[in-house]
């Protein structure tokens, strides 16, 4: 089985969008983290994606702007929205490379009780906010529903300089085309695409999280490895399929 590439501008692999929306003001941490650790916490038929033998868990908090379906404009008011998500990475039997979220915290709840039935995604309802200060941006998230209610993070960082080379580690964890999830009785895949990503440095400047934590995922412990910050990418997601492996084509002849 061929575990696909890290490939950062792919072309898009399914003929009509299920969803449109664009992400914005992203910003993303990451730690390493051991890939026994994760692996018991990622749907049936999926295994940690790793990089030089380690895995990564992210948190990244954004706003998400227009969310409508198929060629449809953007829903109004409920289709905007601020979302901070803890997220791990994972591969499925047939080599796709993907994303797995443990929680997905959103400031409408329309949304979040849509995604919990559909895909069963695991969205929660919490207040949000960004403040911006010049370069710096503060992200603040209170978990509402389901719980645990009352849940906090809070973070800030200074937006650096454009990355015009990106690391193979900031391609690792942003160059991620579809998600996986475990839904009526399935292993979904669910591909997206967007532009290349348009990444800046970034100094993480305050964190008290615990989110992460909440996720299921031991407390990070010491600064993230990878702080990056992008201002966002229209993005289209294709209908889910059943992550199961492909099957095995001729032989090549010699």
Avoid: K
Avoid at 165 to 174: A, G, I, K, S, W
Avoid at 218 to 241: E, T
């Amino acid at each position: 089985m061929d575990t696909e590439p890290v490939d950062h501008e792919p072309r898009q692999s399914f003929p009509w969008a299920v969803l449109r929306q664009r992400w914005e003001d992203l910003t993303f941490l990451h730690w390493a983290v051991a890939p026994e650790v994760v692996a018991p916490l990622l749907p049936a038929g999926t295994r940690p994606d790793t990089l030089d033998g380690v895995s990564y868990v992210g948190l990244i908090g954004f706003r998400m702007v227009g969310l409508g379906f198929g060629r449809g404009p953007g829903v109004p008011y409920f289709g905007t929205f601020w979302e901070t998500n803890v997220r791990l990475y994972s591969v499925d039997d047939a080599g796709r490379r993907a994303v797995v979220f443990r929680s997905l915290d959103a400031s409408r709840l329309v949304p979040v009780l849509v995604a919990r039935v559909t895909l069963r995604l695991p969205y929660l309802w919490s207040w949000m906010r960004m403040d911006r200060d010049g370069d710096r941006l503060t992200y603040r998230c209170r978990r509402r529903w389901p719980g645990p209610a009352g849940t906090t993070s809070r973070m800030a960082v200074r937006v650096g300089e454009p990355i015009v080379d990106p690391t193979p580690l900031e391609h690792f964890v942003t160059a991620r085309w579809g998600l996986h999830t475990r839904a009526h009785g399935r292993t979904l895949h669910l591909p997206n695409w967007h532009p290349r990503w348009p990444l800046h440095r970034a100094e993480l400047l305050h964190l008290d999280d615990e989110l992460v934590a909440a996720a299921g995922l031991p407390a990070p412990v010491g600064p993230p490895v990878s702080v990056l910050y992008s201002p966002g990418v229209p993005v289209r997601f294709g209908p889910p399929v059943a992550a199961r492996p492909r099957r095995a084509g001729p032989p090549e002849s010699q």
